[in-house]
């Protein structure tokens, strides 16, 4: 694979979301892509590249962070790097089907948008999801108990959202880590003056 093309993409990100403390930063990015290298390795047939550069560049245009449309920053960068057309909308075709909210119910095509989807799923589960939901609720102004509420919309539903065996393994720990974290969370916040 190209390691150049990967080592460009990365400092792209990083300086795009640099100063971002929201939890859809670089190292989200960063741990998303290893998430999705992991996950591949168990499907030869998979296009390591395509899922390479998805899931390195699926938030660039995330509309909580940019006002971009069609997906522009992701495709400005790639045409900068000489990535054909063709290429370039396969990879913007599997950013597309990433979002949670923008998704629901549906079941991305191909092998490597499941792949960018769990790995990205898997981010947003465990310590780390419970991290990330703490920070992007801090940064909206959200109570506790709003974030807390974001665990039950969306978080613990994640699991049986996921397309590749492998990303399940990977989220059962996760999963039962958040639901311990809420059940300890509900008994150290019991206050009798509080309500
Ligand atoms: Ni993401």
Redesign the pocket.
């Known amino acids: 694979m190209d390691e150049q093309l990967i080592n460009s993409t990365i400092s792209y990100i990083k300086a795009l979301f640099s100063g971002n403390a929201d939890g859809?930063d670089a190292d989200?990015?960063l741990r998303?892509y290893k998430n999705a290298v992991t996950i591949a390795s168990n499907y030869p047939e998979c296009d390591l590249l395509l899922v390479s550069l998805a899931s390195l560049l699926?938030?660039v245009d995330?509309h909580k962070l940019f006002q971009t449309k069609n997906n522009s920053n992701a495709r400005e960068y790639m045409k900068g790097q000489d990535i054909p057309s063709e290429t370039i909308e396969q990879i913007v075709t599997i950013i597309n089907s990433?979002?949670f909210s923008k998704n629901r119910g549906k079941t991305p095509e191909t092998i490597e948008a499941k792949i960018v989807q769990d790995a990205?799923r898997l981010?947003?589960m465990g310590a780390i999801g419970v991290a990330r939901t703490f920070a992007y609720g801090g940064k909206k102004g959200r109570s506790l108990e709003d974030s807390v509420q974001h665990f039950h919309d969306k978080l613990l539903l994640l699991r049986d959202t996921l397309n590749t065996d492998e990303a399940r393994e990977l989220a059962d720990k996760r999963h039962s880590f958040m639901e311990q974290f809420l059940e300890e969370l509900g008994e150290e916040s019991q206050c009798t003056y509080l309500d």
Request: proline share 0%; aromatic share 0%.
């Open positions: 859809h989200h990015s998303v699926h938030d995330d990433v979002s990205d981010d947003a």
